[in-house]
């Protein structure tokens, strides 16, 4: 490892029960690696896109082609850190987002 690297993932987890009897809708949107966020009590506000490594879409079902599988997401983050790990380096796999967000969904499948 030629030096110290930092990736960036965000990924937009299913509606959960609550969410969908509240006939909630969904303001991300994702194109490859760019975030798209619409603000909901402002439609016609230009939306905020951010871009990270990686942005997967979860939201749908598996037969959605944009779907981000946690095969995928192993694939793209879990084997190299993985494999960093096994060579000796010290690395670090930091969930962050509020109660409900999906990070034990990421990270536990």
């Not at 809708?25 to 230009?46: A, D, L």
């Not at 010290?90 to 499948?109: D, E, H, L, P, R």
Request: net charge positive.
């Amino acid at each position: 490892m030629a030096g110290a690297s930092v990736k960036v993932a965000v990924r937009v987890r299913p509606f959960n029960s609550r969410e969908m009897s509240r006939d909630s809708k969904c303001i991300i949107q994702m194109s490859g690696s760019t975030t798209t966020i619409v603000n909901p009590k402002q439609p016609k506000e230009t939306p905020k896109s951010f871009s990270f490594d990686y942005s997967y879409w979860s939201h749908t079902s598996p037969e959605d082609i944009n779907y981000a599988s946690q095969k995928q997401v192993y694939r793209d983050i879990g084997e190299e850190m993985l494999q960093h790990a096994f060579e000796g380096y010290n690395v670090c796999i930091f969930a962050y987002g509020q109660t409900g967000a999906g990070k034990s969904y990421t990270m536990m499948g």
